[in-house]
């Protein structure tokens, strides 16, 4: 599976962004998938992850009720909508696919990964 991940940008804190990750190569409806940061000096991070369905999510505390994760198979796309951005929430943004219908939270977990995308929040 190749990942490409956009939609990145540099928005005001309280402002919005929605990040997307299309994917190519297999079966997208076969993967679970997920969306990691990594801020400077710091370890890459579990943002949200949806099953292969869409039918479960699962979001880390620091980013529930703010961000919502999505994905629509028919278009090998999952999505990534962020409101009431931080600047803690800078970071680059990775997307990653799992083989399997659940998803997970730890990076070793995940079998592919997209390249990354900046997300940079102002205060």
């Known amino acids: 599976v190749q990942l490409q991940a956009s939609g990145g940008g540099l928005v005001q804190a309280g402002g919005s962004l929605r990040l997307s990750c299309a994917a190519s190569g297999r079966t997208f409806s076969s993967y679970a998938m997920g969306w990691f940061r990594q801020a400077p000096g710091k370890e890459r991070e579990f943002v949200a992850a949806i099953s292969w369905s869409g039918g479960s999510t699962y979001y880390a505390d620091s980013v529930k009720g703010r961000f919502t994760i999505s994905r629509d198979n028919a278009k090998n796309t999952v999505y990534l909508q962020m409101n009431s951005l931080k600047p803690e929430d800078t970071a680059v943004y990775y997307c990653?696919?799992?083989?399997?219908?659940?998803?997970?939270?730890?990076?070793?977990?995940?079998?592919?990964w997209g390249q990354g995308t900046q997300v940079t929040v102002s205060s």
């Open positions: 990653a696919a799992r083989y399997g219908s659940s998803w997970a939270t730890a990076p070793h977990e995940y079998d592919y």
